[in-house]
């Protein structure tokens, strides 16, 4: 089911999102809980209690703008803070909070995560604010929070306590919370390998002016039975992608060769997790399909297909153990078991502008062989035969990355040698 604001009624949006966030492991059955405010000012609330992981939408309460309760269950015991906020706030329409692990990590040392470590973050999430402990469903609690919302923070870190994200709707809320989440755990797997190196605002604002203009509309479109297939496809893997932690709504792209030159790209502005065949934008020729802003990494795409006829997909991505290398600049050392080296041998980390300066250089840095590159604070890129080995070889490089930073806490890595991979090349590639 994907996640329509517009549209689809309050109870099945908030049905969805909690599903999303349990099945992420990012709150548990009884913790966490979402509301929307809809036009008529009633908030639509997540029950008190009542297991998240098998919530329907006919499980919500509504609490109507009089104070009537119309549901089977008690509204959630938080639904004093998310009312204060809504009156403090009236621009926000969503809420989300919850108790995700990496965020709580930094509410019991009592600090806010900086997202300046990766552009998009920042951008999504703004700077953070703070709220001080308090007992959960006090009015208090709900003062503390309103007067962090009231000073324009969008989200917020309770102390000794989880986090709190508003929205304009809960696409929006959703993906502000999956983002900083997504930055605490970067800087927590950061700070076990090495030191983050975090963004100057500067050049964070400067990363919109980035932006090349999208390439020119083609005047009629056609779609064939394989380009049909490959829009499915991207779809699939995307979706696949979000489950798995890998990508989050707020970045990735995703891009299939279709004929010769020609591909088809993932949008931009359009939330990863409900990606359909038809937001899938078709490149030909060097042009984009009418009526569609396709992903703004678009020409580094062409660019590869151009170089490259032995490269058929692309994915760019934040998934967070590989990005504690690109935000610490800490070297990903592969040579940990025969499968890591054997898909992805030894990883180039580019530095952060080089996306921007020398962008035309980055197929220099890949190939079939050398299927992954990371930019410092940016993304990691990796490309393959098709999509399925695209993934398989991002799957790969997030579980080494892992292996390697959790190794950190118990020991020094011992990698394969030069002799041993000598002898997994003559095996295993030629
Ligand atoms: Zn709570």
């Known amino acids: 089911m994907i996640l329509d604001t517009t549209l689809q ?24 809980n ?20 098998s919530l329907t939408a006919k499980d919500i309460i509504c609490v109507k703008s009089d104070g009537s309760i ?37 509410s019991i040392v009592r600090e806010i995560p900086n997202t300046n470590i990766i552009s998009q973050a920042k951008q999504i999430c703004g700077d953070i604010g ?20 009231v000073k324009g923070y969008n989200a917020v870190i309770m102390e000794n306590h989880g986090t709190v994200v508003g929205g304009k709707d809960l696409a929006d809320a959703f993906q502000r919370f999956e983002t900083l989440e997504f930055c605490a755990n970067t800087i927590i797997y950061g700070n076990q390998i090495g030191t983050p190196k975090f963004l100057s605002n500067e050049i964070i604002d400067a990363f919109n002016t980035q932006i090349p203009e999208p390439l020119v509309e083609m005047l009629e479109v056609a779609h064939d039975s394989k380009e049909r297939e490959k829009r499915t496809e991207i779809c699939n893997i995307v979706n696949r992608a979000c489950k798995q932690g890998l990508m989050i709504s ?8 279709w004929h010769g030159n020609d591909f088809l790209i993932t949008p931009t502005g359009i939330s990863r997790w409900d990606l359909q065949p038809s937001d899938i934008v078709q490149i030909k020729n060097g042009e984009r399909e009418p009526g569609k802003i396709p992903s703004r990494t678009t020409y580094l795409h062409q660019q590869i297909y151009e170089s490259h006829p032995e490269i058929n997909s692309i994915i760019l991505t934040q998934s967070p153990y590989l990005m504690a290398f690109a ?55 990796v490309v393959g035969d098709g999509l399925l080995q695209t993934f398989d070889y991002l799957e790969v490089a997030e579980f080494s990355a892992k292996s390697l930073v959790m190794s950190s806490s118990i020991g020094k890595m011992v990698p394969i040698n030069d002799e041993q991979t000598e002898e997994l090349r003559k095996a295993f590639i030629k």
Not at 354 to 375: M, T
């Open 130 to 149: 703070y709220a001080k402990y308090e007992l959960p469903g006090s009015e208090m609690l709900g003062k503390e929070i309103a007067a962090e919302f």
């Open 9 to 32: 009624h309050p109870q099945a949006q908030i049905a969805l999102v909690i599903s999303r966030i349990y099945n992420r492991g990012l709150t548990t059955t009884s913790g966490g």
């Open 34 to 53: 979402i509301s929307t405010i809809d036009s008529e000012n009633n908030i639509w609330i997540t029950p008190s209690g009542i297991d998240k992981g």
């Open 70 to 106: 119309i549901g089977n269950y008690k509204p959630s015991s938080e639904f004093p803070f998310h009312k204060a906020i809504y009156e403090a706030r009236p621009d926000v329409k969503a809420i989300i909070h919850a108790h995700p692990p990496a965020l709580v990590s930094f």
């Open 327 to 381: 935000v610490t600049g800490t070297k990903i050392n592969v040579r940990t078991i025969p499968e890591s080296w054997i898909f992805l041998k030894d990883i180039e980390q580019l530095n952060f502008g080089y996306q921007y300066d020398s962008a035309h250089e980055i197929p220099n840095w890949i190939s079939k062989e050398k299927p992954l590159i990371l930019i410092s604070n940016d993304c990691a890129l």
């Open 250 to 257: 707020s970045y990735g792209t995703a891009s299939a060769r």
